[in-house]
């Protein structure tokens, strides 16, 4: 039958704020992960990934952390900025899989 | 830099019709994929491809074919286009054999089958 889509989750943040956007999995067997960024008529954009022998990464502006004790994924973006408005995704995978599962999606909306 | 390029943004098709969404990436890479976007659901794997003429089942193949004749072409095909398949359509790629790495993302080609 026809599938409904469900109501994309939405993060609304002042702008020179911290966002966090979190994410959950449910396979123990997950060991990468990988964050994207989807602005509006584009495509995802990665962004940062982590392995599972870490529990924190640091990019520019943006940090995952990631507990495999709950099975928990998070983003956290710095001083967020208008551009940072968009739709964001984790995604996961494990060894002998080729491809990435997505999540659903957060969309952020950055408040001036 | 990277590029994959989805040969169509917007398409209209009426049901029964054949589909070809075409994509082409520029990186000399072994894998590509084809994935599904529905507002709400995410990215929803359809197929992919780790070399030429070899494909695997995603996580929703029905309804949909693959054809990978080339290194940097991989083609989606809808045999007989239904009104459930309107949704966005995403191709990547990513190099090498390892499991992990950085998709490189289309634009994406907007379906609306009628």
């Known amino acids: 039958g026809e599938s409904v889509g469900l109501h994309l989750p939405t993060l609304s943040v002042q702008e020179g704020d911290n966002s966090i956007i979190n994410c959950a999995y449910s396979n123990s067997a997950s060991d990468y992960f990988i964050w994207y960024k989807q602005e509006s008529g584009k495509g995802p954009q990665f962004i940062i990934d982590?392995?599972?022998?870490?529990d924190k990464r640091q990019g520019q502006r943006v940090t995952v952390l990631l507990n495999k004790t709950v099975k928990h994924l998070s983003l956290q973006i710095a001083a967020t900025q208008p551009g940072d408005s968009a739709v964001y995704f984790c995604?996961?995978?494990?060894?002998?899989?080729?491809?990435?599962?997505f999540g659903s999606g957060t969309r952020l909306q950055v408040q001036p | 830099d990277v590029k994959v390029t989805q040969s169509s943004r917007y398409l209209v098709k009426r049901t029964g019709e054949k589909v070809f969404l075409e994509c082409v990436q520029d990186?000399?890479?072994?894998?590509m994929f084809w994935y599904r976007q529905d507002p709400g659901l995410g990215l929803r794997l359809i197929y992919f491809?780790?070399?030429?003429?070899?494909?695997e089942k995603g996580d929703i193949p029905e309804g949909y074919s693959v054809s990978r004749e080339k290194k940097e072409r991989f083609s989606l095909i809808l045999e007989s286009a239904s009104t459930n398949q309107t949704s966005m359509y995403l191709c990547?790629?990513?190099?090498?054999?390892?499991?992990?790495?950085?998709?490189?993302f289309g634009e994406g080609s907007r379906l609306t089958v009628l």
């Open positions: 982590i392995r599972s022998n870490m």
């Open positions: 491809s780790y070399d030429v003429k070899m494909k």
């Open positions: 990186m000399d890479h072994e894998n």
């Open positions: 995604a996961e995978t494990h060894t002998g899989r080729r491809a990435l599962t």
């Open positions: 990547a790629s990513r190099t090498g054999t390892r499991d992990t790495g950085e998709l490189f």
